[in-house]
Nanobody, 118 residues
């Protein structure tokens, strides 16, 4: 399994960015796709997830209402639309996947840096 995240960059507070994650090397039926982030000096934290089959989503409280996760099964892509960005959203964002039946995210991509300036 390979995950390749892209779309990070520098944006002003209040702005928007869309992150993309290309998943390859496997059929992702029954997988859960997730986005995590790690800010400088902090532990990695969950941001959002989507189930590959049904598109069921979940969000961290800190991003609910501002971020939207989605997937395009035909393209093997997962997206994270981030609106109303805040300086505290600055972090390296990682795409990850959890196989069906697994208790944890098993595969991780390299991160993409999002910097939100005031």
């Amino acid at each position: 399994v390979q995950l390749q995240a892209s779309g990070g960059g520098l944006v002003q507070a209040g702005g928007s960015l869309r992150l993309s994650c290309l998943a390859s090397g496997h059929t992702f039926t029954n997988y859960i796709m997730g986005w995590f982030r790690q800010a400088p000096g902090k532990e990695r934290e969950f941001v959002a997830s989507v189930s590959w089959n049904r598109g069921t989503t979940a969000y961290a409280g800190s991003v609910k209402g501002r971020f939207t996760i989605s997937r395009d099964s035909a393209k093997n892509m997962v997206y994270l639309q981030m609106n109303s960005l805040k300086t505290e959203d600055t972090a390296v964002y990682y795409c990850a996947t959890q196989p069906g039946g697994a208790r944890e995210y098993r595969y991780w991509g390299r991160g993409t840096l999002v910097t939100v300036s005031s």
